[in-house]
């Protein structure tokens, strides 16, 4: 595969990393894909109300389209500097592996089907959609790839799911996923003069308390994370509000059902006479798998192979999940190694990006074959 390729590809990432995307606010990075979609010469490149971005490479024969999609979202709220540093291999940036490598590499994937076919990836025996999907970070609760599987169904070869990072991981299993935002309620009042009234915060404290020190199950591997809290209005003030967001996961369905089981049976027995708690759902991630033997993954591993790297099967929360959890046949890869994921200092390495293609060549020739 040519170096320019890589190089084209490498550069749309930043490009793209350079249009804000929080969660809920991928608008305007949608807008310049779907350009970059008719641009390339896609058919039917299209918007959705979801504000998904759809273009399609027809095939000649009558196999069932390949669906491959990455996410445009990330976790970054509007305003973080999005400046890139380049240093030696690695190329530094907020959202660069995650997931603006992942979004470049559909178009990556077509430039490189066109080098492979001699500028007819058309040739192909089934429809190859490109989709960048709104709503896979935070709370955006997968909703991009729920519109997805709604337009396709089960009437596809497969679903291909791309990160920019976890070159080598092939995610077969879709980690179940159950959010909460769990809110007290009281009368508040005045530190010192009405000390002895019950306080919001207090209230959530002692539920927090409850929560981290159940023993939650090493295998299958469940966890639990509270990972936002806020409350109050001043500091001599008997709060009179506050609230938690709460992440329950597990690599078992029965497990994670009974995790959300006893929360929802804790915030019911923190409700007082004057102290309301409510736990309200603000996500769900459902579980599904693969079987590591499905002709997909075998494929995959294959890919992987090819390329001089040994797969490692996983389980993750990616929008796999969704197609996945409806029995249809979806994997989730990686396009190069990096690191920093989420955070600030979040970075990929350049070198791999080359296999990372390649491997994605074969996965979709070895579908559509």
């Given at each position: ?25 991928e608008?305007e ?6 350009q ?30 390949l ?21 030696g ?54 909703v ?26 092939i ?45 939650l199950p ?7 994370n509270?990972?936002?809290i ?25 497990e994670?059902?009974?995790l ?17 708690v409510?736990a309200k759902?603000?996500g ?7 079987s590591?033997n ?31 959890s ?5 994997i ?12 600030v ?10 296999r ?8 979709v ?5």
């Amino acid at each position: 595969m040519l170096t320019a390729l890589v190089n084209r590809t490498l550069d749309l990432a930043v490009n793209i990393q350079q249009i804000p995307a929080p969660t809920f606010a991928e608008q305007e990075r949608a807008v310049f894909i779907q350009q970059q979609f008719t641009l390339a010469g896609l058919q039917d490149v299209c918007l959705d109300s979801t504000g998904n971005v759809y273009g399609c490479v027809p095939g000649m024969g009558t196999a069932p389209p390949l669906v491959i999609s990455a996410h445009t979202d990330t976790v970054f709220l509007a305003g973080t500097n999005l400046a890139i540093r380049r240093t030696g291999d690695r190329i530094f940036g907020p959202g660069i592996g995650d997931n603006s490598m992942g979004v470049a590499g559909l178009l990556g994937l077509l430039w490189a089907l066109r080098e492979n076919h001699a500028g007819r990836p058309s040739e192909l025996p089934g429809d190859l959609w490109l989709v960048a999907n709104v709503g896979e970070e935070g709370l955006g609760d997968l909703v991009g790839m729920r519109a997805v599987v709604d337009r396709f169904g089960g009437q596809v070869s497969a679903y291909l799911i791309l990160e920019g990072m976890a070159l080598g991981q092939i995610y077969h299993r879709g980690l179940g996923v159950q959010r909460y935002r769990i809110e007290a309620q009281t009368t508040g009042g005045h530190s010192w003069v009405d000390y002895g009234r019950p306080s919001a915060i207090h209230e959530l404290a002692e539920l927090i308390t409850q929560l981290t020190e159940l023993k939650l199950p090493e295998n299958p591997r469940t966890t639990l994370n509270i990972g936002v809290i806020s409350g109050g209005t001043t500091v001599n003030t008997i709060a009179a509000h506050a609230h938690l967001e709460l992440d329950l996961r597990s690599e078992g369905a029965e497990e994670l059902s009974d995790l959300t089981k006893w929360v929802e049976a804790s915030v019911e027995k923190a409700n007082l006479s004057d102290v309301a708690v409510i736990a309200k759902v603000i996500g769900r991630r459902p579980a599904g798998k693969l079987s590591p033997n499905h002709a997909l993954v075998r494929l995959a591993r294959n890919a992987l192979k090819q390329v001089g790297i040994e797969a490692r099967l996983g389980i993750g929360s990616t929008d796999a999940n969704i197609p996945l959890s409806l029995g249809y046949p979806a994997i989730c890869v990686g396009l190069t190694h990096g690191g920093g994921a989420h955070t600030v200092d979040e970075y990929i390495l350049t070198q791999p990006v080359e296999r990372g293609l390649q491997q994605l060549v074969t996965i979709v020739e070895g579908v559509l074959s």
